[in-house]
């Protein structure tokens, strides 16, 4: 069962299912410690029940398969991630990204890193943590398997075909999108993945 810890990463709905349904979910999951939220953990559970046989390939299954796993791992005894409870709990299509700031408005002290996959929230916490003169880094879902890369627990040439692949699955096709979802990973990955990944690889 997940504790009500704080550790210090903190991440969005979007961002556990987009590492969840990487290569790097297995070892991702035991070697990095991290915080959601109980407003997440809700939608969550919500993608997992709102459609019980989605098909192979389509968006609802990627959305189930991701959440079924974070929620198995949140519930195991032993999990290194926790889910706190944001009172009160917020509702609606940006809840899970708003329960973020009020996590990080009430505990901002235990917090270093904020992973949230949309860019508007992002920027959105950005401006709170620069009007409370906090030092959190907000950064995109690859940020997440970059940690590993940063750690020795893979190789670049596996981070950089976990992060395409993520890229890929999630949709992210849009030039501000990729850019976006490289941006605070210093890593070239162009000297290891040809042409045949360009469209996944930050604008050059």
Known sequence: MASEA???ILADTSSLI???????????????????????????????SSNKYPPEGSREHH?????????EHLDEDSSPW???????????PDAGEQSLK????????????VTVLDSAARRSIRRLIDDNAYDIDVVG????????????????????EATVEMI????????????????????DCSE???GEYDDALPPS
């Not at 926790?82 to 609606?92: A, D, I, N, Y």
């Not at 879902?141 to 950089?160: G, H, S, T």
Request: with cysteine.
């Open 141 to 160: 879902p690859p940020y997440l398997l970059y940690i590993l890369l940063d750690n020795d627990l893979i190789e670049k040439p596996e981070f950089c």
């Open 102 to 113: 009020q996590e990080l408005s009430e505990h901002a002290s235990s917090c270093q890193i």
């Open 18 to 48: 987009a590492v969840a349904n990487t290569t790097q979910w297995e070892l991702l999951k035991d070697a990095i410690h991290l915080t959601t939220t109980n407003v997440c953990k809700h939608e969550l559970q919500n993608h997992v």
């Open 82 to 92: 926790s889910c706190v409870t944001v009172v009160p709990r917020l509702h609606g």
């Open 63 to 71: 959305l189930k398969r991701g959440s079924q796993r974070v929620l």
């Open 168 to 187: 890929q699955a999630e949709g992210w096709t849009g030039y501000e999108v990729v850019k976006n979802a490289w941006t605070s990973i210093p890593v």
């Open 6 to 8: 704080r550790y210090p």
């Open 192 to 194: 290891i993945l040809d």
